[in-house]
C-alpha cells in the first residue's frame, strides 16, 4: 500500500502534490518523493523518512514554475526503505519518470531481459522496470506504452507516468490496486486515494481494473488495455477529510477490517508458482540447512503469539517437524536448547517488538537458524533474521491489529507448505490442492465482510454483556485465542480464550446465564469434539454463538451460527477470524469506546 498523487494544471504543482501526500501518509512513510516537469525538464526529489524530510528538500530544491507533476508516499515491499529506492523512478534516459502503488510479480524476469538489452537499474524495486520498459517504447504515445507494459506486467498495481517529452499528459493505469480521478475546471488530479485531491474538487472518474486513464488540464481519456474509449463514470464525493482519509469508514480500524482481501492477495503475490508451487525467494536460507533443521520454535507477543500458534499446526502437519512455540519475553529465559539444526521463526507486525528481538538475538547465539516475519521491510527483526517473510499487509493505523494477523496467518500458511515442499514431507499433489486453496481466500474473506451489518445486528444484544468466552481446538484455538483478545482489547470486557476441552478443567464453574460463548468449530477432524464441549456450555445457560462452514449442521447446538465459506482445516483460521473482528468492533463502538485508541496500548511495544 502507498500513496500516488498526479496534477496538471494551471497551479504551481509543488503546491497540490505536498498538501496531497501529506493527507495520504497514512498509506506508507517509509520514504516520499516527487518528480516536476517544468519546459519539458524533468526534476525528481526523494527523500527516507516521512513527508516533513521531503519538505525540507522541497523547499530548498523544488522549482516554482512547474505545473504538472506526480508524487509518491512509500510502504516498502522491494527493496529497502532508503533514498534509492523511493519512488519516482526514472528510465535510462531521463525522460520518464513512474510511480506505483501495488506488486509486479514477474518484476524479476522483465529486469533480467532489460539487463540484457543494456538497460542500468538505479534500485532494487520492482517498480523502475516500468520506466525502461516504456523507455524501450519511446515511439509510441505514452499512453499506448503503458498499455504495453500493463499487457506485460503480472501483479496488483496501479501506476501513474509522466514523460518529459510530453510536459501537459500524465497516464495512470490500474489492475488491483486503487486509482481515481479528480476532475477539476481546467485541471485534473490522479490519486490512491480521494483525501488527495479533495481540497480541490469533489468531482472524482472511477477508474475500473484494467483501463488506462490520460489526463490533460481539460481532458481525461479512458480506454481499456487494447485501447478502445471507455465511458467516465463520474460521481460526487460527499465525504469530508476525516472520513476520505478512512475511505468513508467510520474507523481506521473497520477500513482496515475491509482491507483484509487485498493485503491478503498481496501477501499471496508472485509467492505462488503454477501449477501450484510455493516460492520464497526471498529466504535466502541454503535448501540443505532447512532440511536438516530437526526442530523448530516460533517466537511471538500478543496477536503475533496467536500466528505463531497456528504456525505449530500447519509446520507440524505439513512438513512433519516438531515445533515449540513461545511467549517472547520468556523465550530466553527457559533457557531453551538450541543449536546449528534449530530453525527460530520470530514473527513481529512493526518488527521492532523488543522481546522479540530480544529472543531471535538469543537464538543467534546459539547458532540457531532465524527466519523473521514482519510487515515492516528493513525493521530491526529483518536486520537481525537470516532471512525475512513480509506479510505486506501495508500500514495499519488502528491499534488493535486486524489485516497485520490475517496476513500474518497466511504468511505462516505459506511458510508451513514452503518447509514440506524443501523437505518433501508432502505429496506435490497435496500441496498443489492448498496452494489452489490459498488463492480462493482473499474472494472468501470477501464473503464474509459482505455478511458484516449480520453480525452487526447479532451484538446489538450484547453491549451491556460482562463476561465472554472463546473456544475452539486444534486450528481453531488459536482462532479463539485472537477473539477473546480484540474484545477485550476494544471493548473492555472480560473474555477469555480457551481450548474447548480445557473447559471442564476449571473454567467451567464460571459458565452460568448471561455468559456468552463463542465456538470457533472449521477445523473438520475435531468439529465433533468442539460441538460436544460447546454442548456443557449450553447446559449450564451460556449463550452459545458458532462460527462454522457453509452446510455444517450445528444448529442444535447454538443459539447462533456466524457462517463461513467452506475450506480445508487451517486455512479456515483466515476466514474464521474475520467475523470475531467484526464482532469486537460492532460491540465496543456500541459501547462508545475509541477503537482506533484503545486505553494502555500502543502500536509497537519497544520496552521489556
Excluded at 522496470?129 to 496501479?158: F, S, T, W
Excluded at 513481529?348 to 529472543?359: M, N
Excluded at 497435496?430 to 481466500?441: D, H, M, N, T, Y
Amino acid at each position: 500500500m502507498c500513496g500516488i498523487v498526479g496534477y496538471v494544471g494551471p497551479k504551481p504543482v509543488i503546491d497540490v502534490l505536498m498538501p496531497g501526500l501529506a493527507r495520504l501518509e497514512y498509506r506508507g512513510y517509509d520514504s516520499a518523493g516527487v518528480a516536476l516537469n517544468h519546459g519539458g525538464s524533468l526534476t525528481v526529489l526523494k527523500q527516507a523518512g516521512r513527508i516533513a524530510d521531503l519538505q525540507g528538500l522541497v523547499d530548498r530544491e523544488g522549482p516554482a514554475e512547474a505545473h504538472t507533476g506526480i508524487g509518491h508516499t512509500r510502504w516498502a515491499t522491494h527493496g529497502a526503505p532508503n533514498t534509492g529506492n523511493a519512488h519516482p523512478h526514472m528510465d535510462c534516459r531521463r525522460d520518464v519518470v513512474v510511480v506505483h502503488n501495488g506488486i509486479i510479480e514477474n518484476w524479476v524476469d522483465l529486469k533480467a531481459k532489460l539487463v540484457e538489452n543494456g538497460h542500468d537499474f538505479d534500485s532494487d524495486t520492482d517498480t523502475e522496470v516500468v520506466a525502461h520498459l516504456i523507455e524501450e517504447m519511446a515511439d509510441l504515445p505514452l499512453a499506448d506504452a503503458v498499455r504495453k507494459v500493463m499487457n506485460q506486467a503480472d501483479g496488483a498495481l496501479a501506476l501513474v507516468v509522466m514523460r518529459k517529452s510530453e510536459p501537459d499528459v500524465l497516464v495512470g493505469a490500474r489492475r488491483g490496486s486503487p486509482l481515481v480521478v479528480g476532475r477539476g475546471k481546467g485541471e485534473n488530479f490522479l490519486a490512491s486515494d480521494i483525501p488527495a485531491f479533495l481540497e480541490h474538487t469533489r468531482h472524482m472518474v472511477i477508474v475500473e481494473d484494467d483501463r488506462v486513464v490520460e489526463i490533460r488540464p481539460d481532458e481525461i481519456v479512458l480506454t481499456d488495455l487494447e485501447g478502445n474509449s471507455m465511458p467516465l463514470d463520474e460521481r460526487m464525493v460527499e465525504w469530508d477529510f476525516e472520513a476520505a482519509e478512512k475511505g468513508g469508514f467510520d474507523t481506521f480500524m473497520l477500513k482496515e477490517i475491509f482491507e483484509q482481501p487485498h493485503a491478503i492477495a498481496d501477501t499471496l503475490a508472485g509467492r505462488i508458482e503454477s501449477p501450484g508451487r510455493v516460492v520464497l525467494d526471498e529466504l535466502t536460507i541454503d535448501s540443505e540447512i532447512l532440511r536438516e533443521v530437526d526442530k523448530v520454535f516460533v517466537v511471538a507477543c500478543g496477536t503475533s503469539y496467536h500466528a505463531a500458534m497456528m504456525a505449530k499446526y500447519a509446520i507440524e502437519r505439513w512438513a512433519r517437524l516438531p515445533v515449540e512455540i513461545d511467549i517472547a519475553s520468556e523465550f530466553r529465559y527457559r533457557d531453551p536448547v538450541l543449536d546449528h539444526r534449530s530453525l527460530v521463526i520470530g514473527i513481529s507486525q512493526s518488527g521492532e517488538t523488543i522481546d522479540t528481538l530480544a529472543a531471535v538475538r538469543y537464538a543467534r547465539a546459539q547458532g540457531s537458524v532465524v527466519i523473521g516475519v514482519s510487515n515492516v521491510v528493513e525493521s530491526a527483526l529483518a536486520r537481525e533474521s537470516d532471512a525475512v517473510l513480509y506479510t505486506r499487509a501495508g500500514p495499519e493505523i488502528g491499534v488493535a491489529a486486524t489485516k497485520t494477523f490475517t496476513t500474518q496467518l497466511v504468511a505462516m500458511q505459506l511458510l508451513g507448505l514452503y518447509l514440506a515442499q524443501v523437505r518433501g514431507a508432502l505429496d506435490p499433489g497435496a500441496i498443489e490442492l492448498q496452494v489452489k486453496e490459498l488463492l480462493r481466500l482473499p474472494d472468501q474473506v470477501e464473503a464474509v465482510l459482505a455478511r458484516a451489518d449480520d453480525v452487526k445486528e447479532l451484538t446489538s444484544a450484547w453491549v451491556d454483556t460482562r463476561d465472554w468466552f472463546f473456544l475452539g481446538r486444534s486450528g481453531d484455538f488459536p482462532v479463539a485465542m485472537e477473539g477473546a483478545l480484540k474484545l477485550k482489547e476494544i471493548a473492555y470486557v472480560r473474555a477469555e480464550g480457551y481450548a474447548a476441552g480445557e473447559m471442564k478443567h476449571g473454567p467451567i464453574a464460571l459458565i452460568e446465564p448471561g455468559v456468552v460463548v463463542v465456538g470457533v468449530a472449521t477445523d473438520s477432524h475435531v468439529q465433533a469434539k468442539t460441538l460436544s464441549n460447546m454442548e456443557e456450555m449450553k447446559a449450564r445457560g451460556g449463550t452459545i454463538v458458532l462460527v462454522a462452514e457453509e452446510g455444517d449442521d450445528v444448529g442444535h447446538v447454538a443459539d447462533h451460527v456466524i457462517r463461513v465459506p467452506s475450506g480445508p482445516d487451517l486455512l479456515c483460521t483466515v476466514t474464521a477470524v474475520v467475523p470475531l473482528q467484526l464482532l469486537a468492533y460492532y460491540v465496543a463502538t456500541a459501547r462508545g469506546m475509541d477503537v482506533d485508541k484503545p486505553r494502555n496500548l500502543a502500536k509497537t511495544v519497544t520496552v521489556e
